[in-house]
T-cell receptor, first 115, second 116 residues
């Protein structure tokens, strides 16, 4: 069975602070994909990134960066110099490749960025 | 943005009534999914479809049925709605099977359902 744990239920920061959202996963699959989605107050789910389990290279996209560590089964997401528009619920998700393995989501971390 | 619409966007109904939610896509993607989102639970898969008339159960399928008679439409039916089915329902699509490399799911805008 797959499991994704986002231990941080809610995080509050002040604008321009850096913030890291934690994601820990469990899977028996040797090949799998990890994802991050953003859900702003408007409610839609926005795809942010996909990471293959064979690719442990960290990725940076503007103010966003992702740190994938297979040894600790973690896929953490850092926002540098946070902005009010970053306020949203962020979901980490996992998809394995065995059988008809589907997407398993964590429960989400609500990020509130204050001006 | 992926062309995914959901209807209705909001619905209030009474316990025991049937409810059908519609997901429509213009991307011609083969795979479609229904999730529900509840506080403290994140998103949970209800049912999914891997082609026309091909569907399977997800994690929380009890009390729900689905149908897919056309590539573009995926219907979710609550045969007899209960208050525990009050939730936000999201439809998602993906181009290929989960084994494929570039197979992220894209989500519709959601339907807020309230069962009184």
């Amino acid at each position: 069975a797959q499991k994704v744990t986002q231990a941080q239920t809610e995080i509050s920061v002040v604008e321009k602070e850096d913030v890291t959202l934690d994601c820990v996963y469990e899977t028996r699959d040797t090949t799998y994909y990890l994802f991050w989605y953003k859900q702003p107050p408007s409610g839609e789910l926005v795809f942010l990134i996909r990471r293959n389990s064979f690719d442990e290279q960290n990725e940076i996209s503007g103010r966003y960066s992702w740190n994938f560590q297979k040894s600790t089964s973690s896929f953490n997401f850092t926002i540098t110099a946070s902005q009010v528009v970053d306020s949203a619920v962020y979901f980490c998700a996992l998809r394995g490749l065995s059988g008809y393995s589907t997407l398993t989501f964590g429960k989400g971390t609500m990020l509130l960025v204050s001006p | 943005d992926a062309g995914i619409t959901q209807s209705p966007r909001h619905k209030v109904t009474e316990t025991g009534t049937p409810v059908t939610l519609r997901c429509h896509q213009t991307e011609n993607h083969r795979y479609m999914y229904w999730y529900r989102q509840d506080p403290g639970h994140g998103l949970r898969l209800i049912h999914y479809s891997y082609g026309v008339k091909d569907t399977d159960k997800g994690e929380v399928s009890d009390g729900y049925s689905v149908s897919r008679s056309k590539t573009e439409d995926f219907l979710l039916t609550l045969e007899s709605a209960t208050s525990s089915q009050t939730s936000v329902y999201f439809c998602a699509i993906s181009e290929g099977p989960w084994r494929d490399e570039n197979n992220e799911q894209f989500f519709g805008p959601g339907t807020r359902l309230t069962v009184l």
